[in-house]
């Protein structure tokens, strides 16, 4: 596991605790433990997409675990991030698929595009580039998912018009 040593506003309002609540409410009282990738994923879109290690031992207070376990799916899944990401996180598939049909070399080209290298954030913290495993899509090749969606059948193209419209703030993330 990446630790971050970055600091991060923990902010639990009452509008993210009644949504941990709701959630909460669909496992057996003596289960919390059952909830905790929903409430990682809430939790970490209430707190610019990243986990802090304080961020992950307030969620083990609230699901009544040890820390240690949250950290062990926090670093196991690459839907959560230890370390603070760019507002916009290019996420490419580079499983089978994508990978034949070119993935890696529009990896390679978007984060030469923006001055960065994979696992990086760029000095404004718009972009991070991130390659990941499979996600689903194997038929749109290649592809990345960008916040809640998916942007398929890349070209050097329409990566150039997806940087664009991210950095003209067009590009809706949920």
């Not at 991060?8 to 949504?19: F, G, P, S």
């Not at 997409?49 to 376990?69: F, G, H, K, T």
């Not at 592809?143 to 067009?170: F, P, S, V, W």
């Amino acid at each position: 596991m990446e630790i971050s040593h970055a600091k991060q506003v923990i902010n639990i309002d009452a509008k993210l605790t009644e949504r941990i609540n709701e959630l909460l409410s669909h496992y057996p009282a003596d289960k919390k433990k059952s909830a905790m990738l929903p409430v990682l994923h809430e939790v970490q879109d209430a707190h610019d997409n990243w986990l802090s290690i304080e961020l992950m031992d307030r969620v083990a207070e609230i699901l009544e675990v040890q820390p240690i376990e949250v950290y062990e799916v926090a670093s196991f899944y690459t839907m959560f991030n230890q370390k603070p990401v760019g507002k916009y996180m290019f996420e490419f598939c580079r499983t089978s698929c994508c990978a034949i049909r070119g993935a890696e070399d529009l990896m390679d080209y978007t984060c030469s595009k923006l001055g960065i290298k994979e696992g990086e954030t760029t000095p404004d913290g718009n972009f991070s580039v991130v390659g990941v495993e499979c996600l689903g899509a194997c038929g749109y090749a290649p592809m990345l998912q960008l916040g809640d969606y998916y942007k398929e059948h890349l070209t050097k193209e329409k990566i150039d018009a997806l940087i664009d419209e991210c950095r003209d703030n067009k590009v809706n993330l949920h």
